[in-house]
């Protein structure tokens, strides 16, 4: 077993209750990582993160490259101190923001040159980029530079953007061991920055299946499924991850990127799921949509007018320990931006329950 | 000596220091009140505000009577439990909103028609019914209903004004006697909800002094001084409050309403100014404008790009020993919500730190 990655419990249905190491927080796992796009989890404060127990959160390196730029994060310390944020980080490689959002993207073997979302401007990014922007970021994990296959894809189509991840992991990887000890926080004394691999290889299973194998000679700290979520039916969203999941590692985590509904999470984290980020809780809450132990609630609806109960009865979150729905209704309705990190705030929470409470029921198998 | 208005010590120059007993909450005074427009602090948790010590902040009548209403707000408890906010509160009259956000305003002796600036509905405030829907919401502090003369204004339109400011005053406390035990949260233990008047009479020094007379002699539990910081130059503000402190009772707070920069209600604590509010601290905190000890900071300015420093190197509030100028700036640039909590938290609890600064400067005399 790794050191850095601490195996705790384990299930028949491969679920696993396990600690990762990381040089700023031990991370206790199965997780689920808040998504901090631009050096902020949108409308949440810090010690509000901190309050309802965030122990990683990610930051993205397409984002900050362009704003307020990796250098200057560099000389400022690092991701950790520009955002005074004490615990773990995770930084995404910039490929899936490349692939989603930017414009003119045009990829070759050597890397992807693109025009920024902001202001036109080109800008190239290979995988020994992305990793030089990763390190001067400095999060506790940098992720190799893939290429997200689209959905839906051709077989064609899967094979050559596998071909180009996999000839990217190893780059990626070889410039992060030539240079991970220039993270601006770098003290020999302490456990080092890691990378991981990103599997991709569309909806075919024997891609995915090739993926893995591949990635896993190269030995990454850890592994990645990514190239979900972006469109496929859940199904095969599962199919892949089961796929995946028994050719990777027992003594490494394992991280889904981008799921998912609260469901999915607690299913995918059943299965052997170390990590998983998404959007998808704080997107929501700005758009007045709260997940609750009693399904989904719009906050919005006129029949939360005057509703004195808490958004969530179950929930033991900052904001349902003090807060009612027609008062969450009400900051909605008046176009309040405290709705929005209210609402934040508890949707995060409730993921982060989830995971505690499958993370409680791993440990007592 | 008034049981609810305990004088502690008082100044040559007539700046006082006091303790304002409240249903809710004992206030310290000299006090700023941070407003609460929509009973909510714009971009600012409730418990941010305890943290940085508010104790007393506003709401407004007529916004919250457009939205969510009065009579829900009533049914729910009242203003405090409905927001969650434990400690004091004051509502305005709704009679400035009317005159500064409603459309097709219509004046009589009875009161003011108007239509509503969210849907143009047509609605009907006299003296009475806002006092109604101020007990419906049942903050700790009520105002009269006045009517705020415009700047500039012709002697003959202030004298005008002030005769209905001083017949709604004496109707709005006849009112006040009669229901006030209708608040949501009446105990015949505690305190009552207290009522205020407001001095007007435009820029007129003998206008000033005969409405304040007329006030004194109904009795209020307190006086304001509105129609201030409406567009004249500061030392016309100044001059009339100066003229109108000395003919209010020594043991009732004075409160002048709407003011102002840093350096204003510093000069308006010393000269005997108990309370005041203003939307200053947090709409400049909205467009990036920072009160700090070393002067204004446009905390969007290039020059913070990679300032590590905070915000203000003296002030001890949450942001400032938490994050730098260049994270604030990168929020801005970012369009981050975050950047309108962190600018009003530090704004707001500048504001109070002057307060507490003048308080125990007053206190030493």
Same mark, same amino acid.
């Given at each position: ?122 800008? =190239? ?26 959905? &839906? ?6 094979? /050559? ?9 190893? @780059? ?13 926080? =770098? ?10 691999? %990103? ?25 990645? %499924? ?5 469109? /496929? &039916? ?15 590692? @027992? ?18 984290? @059943? ?9 998808? &809780? ?8 709260? =997940? ?17 109960? &808490? ?52 440990? /007592?198998?």
């Amino acid at each position: 077993m790794s050191q850095l990655f601490q195996l705790i419990a384990q299930t028949a249905a491969g679920g696993r209750r396990a600690r990762l190491v990381l040089p700023h927080q031990n991370v206790e796992t199965p997780v689920f990582m808040p998504v901090g796009t631009q050096g902020t989890v949108k409308a949440v404060p810090q010690d509000a993160l901190e309050t309802f127990g965030a122990e990683i959160i990610l930051g993205n390196t397409y984002h900050l490259y362009l704003r307020p730029g990796h250098e200057a994060i560099r000389r400022m310390g690092g991701l950790h101190r520009f955002m005074s944020w004490p615990r773990a980080l995770l930084t995404d490689s910039g490929g899936f923001q490349v692939y989603s959002l930017s414009q003119l993207r045009k990829v070759t073997d050597d890397g992807v040159q693109f025009r920024s979302h902001l202001d036109g401007s080109s800008h =190239f990014f290979s995988p020994e980029h992305s990793i030089d922007v990763q390190i001067a970021l400095g999060a506790d994990i940098a992720m190799a530079f893939d290429e997200c296959t689209e959905y &839906p894809a051709t077989r064609t189509r899967a094979e /050559e953007s596998l071909r180009l991840t996999m000839t990217w992991a190893a @780059r990626s990887l070889a410039h992060f061991r030539a240079h991970s000890h220039e993270v601006p926080w =770098f003290d020999p004394r302490v456990c080092c920055m890691q990378c991981f691999g %990103i599997v991709q290889g569309g909806m075919c299973r024997d891609l995915r299946r090739q993926c893995a194998e591949r990635l896993v000679e190269m030995d990454f700290d850890g592994y990645a %499924i990514g190239g979900l979520s972006v469109g /496929e &039916p859940r199904e095969l969203t599962m199919e892949m991850i089961a796929e995946v999941l028994p050719l990777l590692p @027992r003594d490494k985590p394992r991280y889904v990127m981008g799921v998912g509904y609260p469901d999915e999470i607690e299913q995918y984290a @059943r299965m052997g799921v170390d990590m998983m980020d998404c959007v998808l &809780p704080t997107r929501a809450a700005r758009h007045a949509l709260l =997940f609750t132990s009693e399904g989904r609630v719009n906050i919005k609806n006129r029949q939360y007018a005057e509703d004195q109960n &808490p958004p969530d009865p179950a929930c033991d979150c900052p904001v349902c320990r003090r807060y009612s729905r027609a008062y969450l209704r009400h900051l909605v309705q008046a176009g309040e931006p405290l709705a929005a990190t209210l609402n934040s705030i508890h949707n995060l929470a409730f993921y982060l329950g989830i995971m505690q409470r499958v993370r409680q029921s791993l440990a /007592e198998v």
